[in-house]
């Protein structure tokens, strides 16, 4: 079993990403920290979504193999409530909340156990380069409309980057609140119920010769007017050129367009974190 990884910093301040990696019992994992909209730094001038990123990522490298996969999510959840608490963080608002998507596997000699909240990605993949996504980015749908309005904007000719993601904040506030909600997307951000809107399962190792995690920064984005590309020109490319050279391809084309107007998306660079693991 071989394993690459990487973690790269994105246009802001702090890497809000995390490597999850428990060597010792195969455990493997991405997050994704997001800063909460009612700003927090600590004396550190950590961010509420690093910190989430990186409560989990300790969590995770302390485990000692017991217990299923989606049950450690929901109590590294409830640490990190304790520790907005701590932080005097009013945890009845969800715009205050820190929170992180998180996607995770357990490998033994048959199968994988995976976990999965928020948008990162786990992906399968199969001999003959067949690729199966054992998730769904939860957040697309709530994504979708800020997405339209982004174009929208370009459209009636806003051409900055700060211009359209005013155009869009309120978008952003309203979808906070559909956090670990019946018609939004999961998330760990210390609600009590975040739990249920973990999703997880398992799958044999029969035929599979990889596996690819990532947060959505490594996503391929979308060029404006066109489809969504699908995940093989995501998956394929990496598993291609490796984690490195992706990435470095993808920051060449986010730098060709700083103002996010030809590909849609809500950074410059997002943060880019993921792992491959070949058998």
């Known amino acids: 079993m071989r394993v690459e990884t990487l973690s790269m910093q994105g246009s ?16 493997y994992g991405v997050a994704d920290g997001a800063t909460s909209l009612v700003p927090y730094v600590n004396d550190r001038r950590e961010t509420g979504g690093y910190l989430a990123a990186s409560l989990i990522r300790e969590y995770v490298e ?3 193999g017991e217990g299923e996969l989606r049950h450690h999510l929901k109590t590294a959840n409830g640490l990190l409530r304790e520790a907005m608490v701590r932080a005097a963080v009013d945890v009845r608002r969800k715009e205050a909340l820190w929170s992180a998507a998180v996607a995770l ?7 994988i156990e995976y976990a999965q909240t928020g948008d990162c990605m786990i992906f399968a993949v199969y001999r ?6 054992l998730t769904f980015p939860q957040t697309e749908h709530v994504e979708a409309e800020a997405f339209a309005k982004w174009e929208a904007g370009i459209a009636r000719g806003i051409a900055t980057y700060a211009e359209l993601r005013d155009s869009v904040h309120e978008i952003f506030v309203r979808n906070r609140q559909r ?10 951000n210390g609600m009590e119920n975040a ?22 920064g490594l996503f391929m984005p979308r060029k404006r007017g066109c489809p969504d590309p699908d995940w093989a020109e995501t998956v394929g490319p990496i598993l291609e050129k490796g984690l490195e050279a992706y990435a470095a391809d993808l920051l060449r084309l986010e730098n060709g367009d700083p103002e996010c107007l030809q590909y849609v998306r809500f950074k410059k660079s997002d943060d880019k974190t993921g ?5």
């Open 12 to 27: 802001w301040p702090l890497n809000e990403d995390a490597l999850l990696i428990n060597a010792k019992n195969r455990i």
């Open 62 to 64: 302390n485990l000692q």
């Open 105 to 111: 596997v357990r490998i033994d000699d048959t199968g």
């Open 128 to 133: 003959g380069n067949r690729i199966r996504p």
């Open 179 to 188: 956090a670990n909600a019946p018609d939004g997307y999961g998330v760990l």
């Open 195 to 216: 739990g249920d809107f973990v999703e997880s399962g398992r799958i044999s190792r029969s035929n599979l010769q990889a596996l690819v995690l990532l947060t959505d």
């Open 275 to 279: 792992i491959v693991i070949r058998f």
